[in-house]
């Protein structure tokens, strides 16, 4: 079974004829209200041949969010199934696919198990803003590594915490605006997004906006 991140709020799961049968998915089992859907989808996932993004369907599914589920026969003989978390605030922007080397993946794959803090804006003026501040933090103890992405219209700044930092990062950084916590949106980003900035991301945009 192969698992794609379609959005910030969107997961498509493909199985195979095979895949079906192994599972022995039926619509029953996916259209349940007492919890069975979330287990029966559970289990599916962890057969999946894309680890980092079963890791991110496990992470929707265990959310205390409502769940939209859809499933569509393939040709093939298996089908297309597509999780939809109703409760994310969902993106409008349309999904440009971009050809970062350093995707999604690479921004989750660290040695230190700490996932992105996001920050996001449209403004060139507040992200600057903010990264001289978040330098004059890092001179004081935050020890952190910075990228920068945009899709043509918001930038977003993603900071990978490298010590006990991440919720200081957080709280300054919702001083400034919007701010991502999931690996979902973090993978999303890194997929959709444009790399501006590789490293060094803080200093280079408080030293240019």
């Given amino acids: ?16 004829e095979s895949d079906m049968e192994d599972s022995r998915l039926c ?14 989808l559970e289990k599916l996932i962890e057969g999946s041949l894309s680890p980092k993004n079963a890791a991110l369907a496990a992470e929707l599914l265990e959310e205390e969010s409502k769940l939209l589920v859809e499933a569509f026969p393939s040709s093939e003989g298996g089908c297309f199934i597509y999780l939809s978390s109703l409760n994310r605030s969902k993106s409008k922007r349309r999904p440009v696919k971009s050809k970062n080397s350093d995707s999604g993946a690479e921004l989750l794959s660290r040695e230190i198990q700490a996932s992105p803090v996001i920050f996001e804006t449209d403004s060139g003026e507040l992200l600057g803003r903010l990264c001289r501040c978040l330098v004059s933090e890092k001179k004081r103890g935050l020890s952190f590594e910075s990228k920068l992405f945009s899709d043509g219209k918001y930038y977003r700044l993603a900071l990978i915490p490298l010590n006990i930092c991440g919720e200081r990062l957080a709280g300054l950084m919702k001083e400034f605006g919007q701010v991502h916590f999931s690996e979902l949106t973090a993978a999303y980003t890194g997929e959709y997004f444009r790399l501006l900035a590789g490293k060094g991301a803080a200093e280079i945009c408080g030293d240019l906006f």
């Fill in 27 to 40: 619509y029953e089992a996916l259209s349940r209200q007492d919890g069975g859907c979330r287990k029966a």
């Fill in 1 to 16: 079974m192969r698992i794609d991140v379609l959005s910030e709020t969107t997961l498509k799961l493909t199985l195979t």
